[in-house]
């Protein structure tokens, strides 16, 4: 088994930034949101997969990759809370510029949003122990 430091994920990273950034500004300005009803939980998807790769790449390579591999599930763990505290202030901000009224803060949508937020995490979790560690 070994340890790559050369697998940095900065180009999942790059990418995703793009594909949400890009999608995000789009999806709001021409209305897909609201014509596509799944669509926000496609998005919740990646971003809680981009979130978490960013914090996989900040706190968990270079020296300390072979103690992320070593304790995988706190490594999961740590980026599942993570992605979640993420995912509970973005639910905070869309209150906050008026993007979601009060009353829907504890319904359906936002337990889905960080279903998916979460969901996302899992994914990123997979995606780096996959990518950087090999057994061989």
């Given at each position: 088994?070994?340890?790559?430091?050369?697998?940095?994920?900065?180009?999942e990273?790059?990418?995703?930034?793009?594909?949400?950034g890009?999608?995000?500004?789009?999806?709001?300005?021409?209305?897909?949101?609201?014509?596509i009803?799944k669509?926000?939980?496609?998005?919740?998807?990646?971003g809680?997969l981009?979130?978490?790769?960013?914090?996989?790449?900040?706190?968990?390579?270079?020296?300390?990759?072979?103690?992320a591999?070593?304790?995988k599930?706190?490594?999961?763990?740590m980026?599942?809370?993570?992605v979640?505290?993420?995912?509970?202030?973005?639910?905070?901000?869309?209150?906050g510029?008026?993007l979601?009224?009060?009353?829907?803060?504890?319904?359906?949508?936002?337990?889905?949003?960080?279903?998916?937020?979460?969901?996302g995490?899992?994914?990123?979790?997979?995606?780096?122990f996959?990518?950087v560690?090999?057994?061989g």
């Amino acid at each position: 088994m070994y340890y790559s430091d050369k697998k940095s994920l900065v180009p999942e990273i790059v990418t995703l930034t793009l594909a949400v950034g890009l999608g995000h500004i789009l999806f709001e300005r021409y209305s897909f949101y609201y014509i596509i009803p799944k669509l926000d939980m496609a998005m919740h998807l990646l971003g809680g997969l981009l979130i978490g790769l960013i914090i996989l790449k900040v706190f968990f390579t270079g020296k300390r990759t072979e103690m992320a591999h070593q304790h995988k599930v706190f490594t999961a763990s740590m980026v599942l809370l993570g992605v979640m505290i993420v995912g509970l202030g973005w639910e905070v901000f869309e209150y906050g510029v008026g993007l979601t009224p009060l009353y829907q803060i504890a319904t359906e949508d936002t337990m889905s949003d960080l279903v998916f937020d979460a969901a996302g995490a899992l994914g990123a979790s997979l995606w780096y122990f996959k990518k950087v560690w090999r057994v061989g």
